[in-house]
């Protein structure tokens, strides 16, 4: 057994040794190398565009949420998924592959505070206020931030999951389907798509899961998109005043966000996208031009290191990157392959929920 081993086996309480912490950088790199070249294709790693570059370098495909929900849906060889992202994404992943194969997080603590913005109780006790105003005229659509219950709740109601790659899709295929939708738990990725499908923000209300109330006001009978009153920590510090500054400072600058981010700045950008989108726009702008980039700061960075021949610069000078997402480092994934084989940071999906969350996500990944 190799010292790290040893050391993996005296792990305790799903916490990370002290030593992996201390490990230098190198030797942490060079264990990942070798670990991925005893394994060969038994093992596999996802990476989300918000890594951080330590990580990423080692993932064998990167992508936005859809992406990597297609990639775990395609992938039936690889034994190990260890998931470089957060941990409704290594769920999806799990609920996505078959029953052989097993996905880890590198750090169990890696959440997302949009996906802890709507819980399966609130969801249920939600759902029966909204059935007793609009009878069974709402479809549910959840974005893929959420936890599992979620999808399966909306999988069992007909509904199913989306992405921000492919929302606008999706709400226009539940509208074939349903008069209403119930859109959770990103209000602003609802009224965004909304929006651009040609909707009023009068047709659109918030549904308050604190207080298990509506918030509308005028006739419930013109409502066709309920939002959650769910957001993301990270996307909502991109605000009116960035653009304002930043078009004064940099007149012939552009300005690009996530459409995470509020209405208010969506409507001000010059466009709007998915991590993906992001990418691939600033990859096919011209040598010279200058952008402005209103998403995670992991992302930002990595952009502005890969094209040089560009100006861009972060929509708030102020931003970090997301925190969840952070704490997947190189410590957590070199240990997480270090005891994959006593299942540590396994994340396991009940067979249950998998079966309708299954029937949520094949909806989408359908139409995408
Ligand atoms: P996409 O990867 O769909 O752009 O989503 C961004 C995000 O916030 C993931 O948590
Ligand atoms: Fe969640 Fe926002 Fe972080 Fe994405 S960027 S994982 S939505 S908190």
């Known amino acids: 057994m190799s010292s790290l081993n040893i050391l993996a086996s005296l792990q305790t309480n799903g916490m990370i040794p002290e030593e992996y912490k201390q490990m230098p950088r190198e030797a942490l790199e060079k264990r990942v190398v070798e670990i991925k070249q005893q394994l060969g294709k038994r093992l596999f790693i996802p990476g989300h565009h918000y890594q951080k570059d330590e990580v990423i370098q080692f993932a064998d495909a990167t992508g936005d949420s859809l992406k990597l929900a297609q990639i775990s849906a395609e992938n039936t060889d690889a034994e190990f998924i260890v998931f470089c992202g957060v941990h409704f994404m290594a769920e999806t992943a799990d609920i996505l592959t078959n029953n052989k194969q097993k996905v880890f997080l590198p750090d169990m603590r890696a959440g997302c505070s949009m996906a802890d913005m709507a ?107 309920i939002l959650w009153k769910g957001h993301c920590s990270v996307h909502e510090n991109f605000t009116v005043q960035n653009v304002v500054e930043t078009r004064n400072q940099y007149p012939n600058m552009k300005i690009i966000v996530h459409p995470e981010c509020r209405r208010e700045v969506v409507e ?66 070199v240990w997480s392959l270090d005891t994959l084989d006593n299942e540590n940071n396994m994340v396991k999906v009940s067979p249950e929920i998998t079966e309708n969350a299954k029937l949520a996500l094949e909806r989408m990944l359908e139409n995408s």
């Open 119 to 225: 819980d399966i109780q609130q969801t249920e006790r939600a759902w029966e206020v909204l059935q007793g105003h609009f009878g069974d005229t709402i479809l549910p659509l959840t974005y893929v931030n959420s936890t599992a219950a979620i999808k399966a709740f909306v999988g069992a109601n007909g509904g199913a999951t989306v992405t921000s790659s492919n929302a606008e899709t999706m709400v226009k295929w539940a509208f074939d389907v349903k008069e209403r939708i119930l859109f959770l738990p990103d209000q602003h990725l609802g009224r965004n798509t909304a929006a651009d499908l040609g909707l009023g923000l009068d047709e659109m209300a918030i549904w308050n899961p604190i207080t298990n109330t509506l918030e509308y006001d005028g006739d419930y009978s013109a409502i066709k998109v």
């Open 268 to 333: 001000l950008a010059d466009t709007a996208g998915s991590t993906s989108y992001i990418i691939n726009e600033i990859e096919k702008a011209e040598p010279g031009s200058a952008w402005a980039i209103g998403t995670e700061m992991n992302l930002v960075n990595r952009i502005i290191n890969d094209h040089p021949d560009k100006k861009i610069i972060s929509l708030n000078p102020h931003m970090c990157p997301c925190l969840t997402m952070n704490r997947i480092d190189l410590p957590h994934l």
